[in-house]
């Protein structure tokens, strides 16, 4: 009995958490998958069935290979894996092939490679310190993390219905955050500069880390009044962190320079021809711009401003991915994206520079950023704000302030996710499981800040920066 | 309650899982001429909108009884007829006569499983909720993860949304019934369970339990004062309640008479397909159902039920106790299944709703029951494949069961309820320490059969020569555990009694 209650994890309520999601994962099986899912299905196709040199200019499906070489090595992996399971999948020319077979394969590697995102939760709560609050195990604040990260509506509804494998790198992010707050800087670098090039969407938090590592790690020190410290600059550790990013990106994109095939790759990750918003607007400042134009040129139209001949045909909420001129305002380029990008990323970068606050500023900063980008990015997809959703779960637990952002941003983050399953059938599902994310992640950081406020005069956890 | 927040998100989660185990397939899907009951229940629908009342029960050229007759009582026709109402609103095709015989498409299927989850909603999982607020003496978190536990129920999940059907209706109303009675709204409790009898009338096999307790509460009150005008009232509720659900049919004697036939089918056998009772399992080495003729085995199985039944019943009659009842509800429907006419595997159901209800006072042994009453509908379920969600429902039924009320710490003789039964037999035989640990190596055992025979049944084809080969097995070795069951909870019913006049715990 002894064995059977340590192999059950009696008490282990993280184990528990874990396990519990991941059959609400395989419950979810049978629901509806976009075409993510044969896009996938044709990466998997193509590093099987082709070699390196086909691999970036493969196209007789519309789906083509635009992550970088790393996510392109794993589905060469998982393609080993797939052979067992229905071995048509892996041909080219198998479009939208969806056999049953298939449909598990694909759904349960996304679960399997979420066993990286369960780890990494459990070293972020490792980072906390929950003693002060009450005993209650449902109020500490490891807990409520743990239920915040692993029950995530919208890395369930975009990762195990919509179908995509964001699950394990996010984990990638978390681990290399975790990293950074147990001091190992160089293991945090190394993850991310990896994480970088399975996904580069992460480019996003990218001035996070650059900032950071260069203001806390390669200065030893600061002045007593916390300013920099000029003297103290380690060139040994600049060096080092620029050696790991360089052999990380050595191995990944290596092979494709040897091939001469660095401009195709490029140009198939930062596709710019797709037009300013994605097929379905982001939630960003540029629908609102957009929206305004639309707006002033009816208006134009009615006034009899504008000539009717000079609109453009095509209208920006027909689904399609497509170049598009705006009518009244100014068109926006991809530099004016980075440049708007960049202006609201600074006030945050700047504090991280000047006045670093350890591990937490660093994650409020990447959260801004991540923020900043899905504002003004160019070609924004609605999935992308789970990047600044699960990093500052990690914060929202710390402060009562940050709790409540965390939870206006949480909740309308969840919900501008909701036309991505627009089915029937799963209706119910996102309704019922978007209602117990909000009402849990309110219910519960509303109870954990309610007693910590009694206990300590201020805010009450502070993050544990282990040494 | 505090922590209402968490009572609300087990809901929540119990409702996502039942949602997502109805997206699965149904009761003969796809399966032309009969299809399932699935189809029975669209039959009815039809059936009850375009034909009087009249002709509900009766064979004639619109409604042939061969297909899909109705066989449930009155209530249920009424509940098909406000469902057909909705199906004409929405898609009139759905229910028209004749012609929609075996209508399958994807929105149907989403209108039928949404009245699955309605009726849930309204009727079932408010009176799980309720149950676990009264419990007395827990912590608001044991109540809670108990809330959770009984939602995760993977056999009801499984039938209701999975194969079809709409026990959470009847397993619901005897819920209320239950809690009516324990807290003392004996009128409203009756009532509630007349409902359910006349929803289903299987419920039938909760009903001396009730009777018994009530009887008993009557005679503590004493016949001569309370207890007689409890007694007349609780007749007139339970006449009234009859009355109102049959009114159409009590017109004419041949009308109830119909109903009657249907409800009770005599002709039909012992029992029917293979189910995990005596009668079935003893089939096996002798073939008593083609031996014996009709009225033998009809005799034979109704003393065989009274007998196991008789000394719990007598018990709850004379020292009528909530604790008490309950174990009786579960030692009564489980000899009702063993021993009964005609029963289906399905009917397990009514004993697992009870053994729910004592999660929290042996939630070893209610857990291991709850795991083989739903290995028992294996067979029915693989063959409406329903694998993957009955795998991962059980599992998470588990591990609910395992972190709420960490089951393997509690399997001592005192946590198992059996202190005062080995105290007894130690009198006798001083060397019987050992009942606790026989009783973990029984668990194990068992589980360990029933991994075994469902990875046997999915991986493995049967023999030519015994293709029902795995089904009687799964059969045969869930009648063992069940019997075990009864010798246990009987064991714990009748020797609650030394305890039982100490404690003084009459509710």
Request: include cysteine.
């Amino acid at each position: 009995m002894a064995a059977l209650t340590i192999a059950t994890g009696t008490g282990n309520w993280f184990s528990a958490l874990a396990l519990g999601v991941t059959l609400l994962k395989c419950l979810l099986i049978p629901t509806y998958h976009s075409t993510d899912f044969e896009v996938h299905r044709n990466w998997l196709a193509i590093t099987h069935s082709l070699p390196i040199s086909q691999w970036y200019y493969e196209a007789t499906s519309e789906w083509t290979l635009d992550y970088p070489p790393f996510f392109a090595w794993f589905e060469y992996i998982l393609s080993h894996v797939a052979k067992y399971f229905d071995q048509e999948m892996l041909n080219v020319h198998n479009l939208n092939y969806s056999s049953s077979r298939t449909l598990l394969f694909q759904r349960f590697s996304v679960i399997f490679m979420d066993v990286l995102f369960v780890y990494a939760v459990r070293e972020c709560c490792k980072c906390i310190d929950g003693k002060k609050v009450g005993k209650e195990l449902t109020e500490k604040p490891k807990f409520i993390l743990s239920v915040l990260l692993l029950w995530n509506f919208g890395l369930l509804i975009v990762d195990h219905i919509h179908f995509q494998y964001n699950g394990f790198l996010f984990g990638l992010m978390l681990l290399s955050i975790a990293r950074l707050f147990q001091k190992r800087h160089m293991e945090g670098a190394f993850l991310f500069a990896v994480l970088l090039h399975f996904k580069h969407i992460y480019l996003y938090v990218a001035p996070a880390y650059g900032v950071y590592l260069l203001r806390s790690y390669c200065f030893t020190a600061n002045k007593p009044d916390g300013s920099i410290r000029w003297k103290s600059f380690s060139f040994v550790r600049l060096i080092s962190l620029g050696l790991v990013v360089f052999l990380v990106s050595a191995l990944s994109l290596g092979p494709f320079l040897a091939l001469n095939q660095l401009p195709q790759v490029f140009s198939r990750l930062f596709p710019f021809k797709r037009g300013l918003c994605h097929a379905y607007w982001a939630p960003n400042f540029w629908a609102l711009y957009n929206a305004l134009d639309k707006v002033l040129s009816v208006i134009g139209l009615k006034l009899k401003f504008l000539d009717p001949n000079n609109i453009p045909k095509a209208s920006m909420t027909s689904g399609l991915v497509q170049q598009f001129q705006h009518t009244v305002l100014p068109s926006v380029t991809p530099l004016a994206t980075l440049i708007c990008t960049l202006i609201a990323i600074l006030p945050s970068i700047f504090c991280l520079w000047f006045k670093p606050q350890g591990p937490r500023g660093f994650l409020r900063c990447l959260t801004l950023c991540a923020l900043s980008s899905f504002m003004f990015g160019w070609h924004v997809h609605e999935k992308a704000i789970l990047l600044a959703i699960l990093p500052m779960s990690l914060l929202s637990v710390g402060k009562a302030g940050d709790a409540s952002i965390f939870l206006i941003l949480t909740t309308t983050g969840h919900y501008s996710l909701f036309p991505l399953l627009f089915t029937a059938p799963e209706l119910p599902i996102k309704i019922l499981l978007m209602l117990l994310f909000t009402i849990y992640s309110i219910s519960s950081l509303k109870t954990l800040f309610r007693r910590s406020f009694t206990l300590v005069a201020q805010a009450g956890v502070q993050w544990h920066d282990l040494s | 309650m505090e922590k209402w927040y968490l009572m609300t998100v087990v809901v929540l989660i119990g409702l996502t899982v039942r949602w997502t185990v109805s997206l699965n397939s149904y009761s003969g899907a796809g399966k032309p001429p009969m299809f399932g009951d699935y189809e029975a229940q669209r039959h009815w629908q039809e059936i009850t909108f375009n034909l009087p009342v009249k002709q509900w029960y009766f064979n004639s050229s619109d409604n042939n009884l061969q297909y899909w007759g109705l066989d449930y009582p009155p209530p249920t026709a009424y509940h098909s007829l406000l469902c057909a109402y909705v199906a004409k609103f929405i898609n009139p095709d759905w229910i028209a006569l004749h012609t929609s015989r075996g209508y399958e498409s994807q929105a149907h299927k989403l209108f039928m499983r949404t009245t699955v989850l309605i009726a849930d909603l309204l009727i079932y999982i408010p009176a799980v909720v309720l149950y676990c607020c009264c419990l007395k003496e827990i912590s608001t978190k044991k109540k809670i993860a108990n809330a959770l536990c009984i939602l995760l129920y993977p056999g009801l999940i499984l039938i209701d949304y999975g194969h079809f059907q709409y026990n959470s209706v009847s397993l619901g109303f005897a819920l209320w019934g239950v809690l009516g009675i324990s807290c003392d709204c004996d009128l409203l409790g009756s009532l509630a369970f007349c409902l359910a009898i006349n929803y289903k009338q299987m419920e039938l096999y909760h009903a001396l339990p009730f009777f018994c307790f009530l009887l008993g509460k009557c005679f503590k009150k004493g016949l001569k004062g309370k207890g007689f005008v409890l007694l007349v009232k609780l007749a007139c509720i339970v006449v009234a309640s009859f009355v109102l659900c049959w009114l159409p049919f009590f017109t004419e004697r041949e009308q109830t008479l119909q109903v009657l036939r249907r409800l009770f089918p005599v002709d039909r056998g012992l029992f029917e397909d293979k189910v995990a009772n005596i009668w079935c399992s003893f089939n096996v080495f002798l073939k008593i159902k083609d031996i014996l003729p009709r009225h033998i085995q009809l005799i034979m199985s109704f003393c065989f039920t009274f007998l196991s039944l008789l000394p719990a019943c007598i018990k709850l009659i004379l020292q009528p106790s909530s604790k008490g009842f309950k174990f009786t509800l579960v030692s009564c429907a489980l000899s009702f299944f063993l021993f009964s006419f005609q029963v289906h595997e399905k009917s397990i159901l009514l004993v697992s709703l009870p053994v729910c209800l004592v999660l929290s006072e042996i939630p070893f042994m209610s857990t291991w029951f709850l795991l083989v009453s739903t290995f028992s509908m294996l067979p029915l379920l693989l063959k409406d494949e329903l694998l993957m969600p009955s795998v991962v429902t059980t599992m998470a039924f588990f591990i609910a069961c395992v972190t709420s009320f960490s089951i393997f710490e509690k399997t001592s003789e005192e946590e198992l309820q059996l202190k005062s039964f080995s105290i007894s037999v130690r009198k006798y035989l001083p060397c019987f320490t050992f009942l606790s640990r026989i009783i973990q190596y029984l668990f194990l055992i068992s589980v360990i059969t029933m991994v075994l025979l469902t990875l046997m049944t999915v991986t493995l084809g049967p023999p030519q020569k015994l293709p029902d080969l795995f089904s009687v097995l799964v059969c045969f070795v869930s009648c063992l555990n069940f019997l075990f069951f009864l010798v246990y909870f009987n064991i714990i019913i009748v020797w609650d009694s030394k305890s039982g006049r100490n404690q003084k715990k009459i509710s």
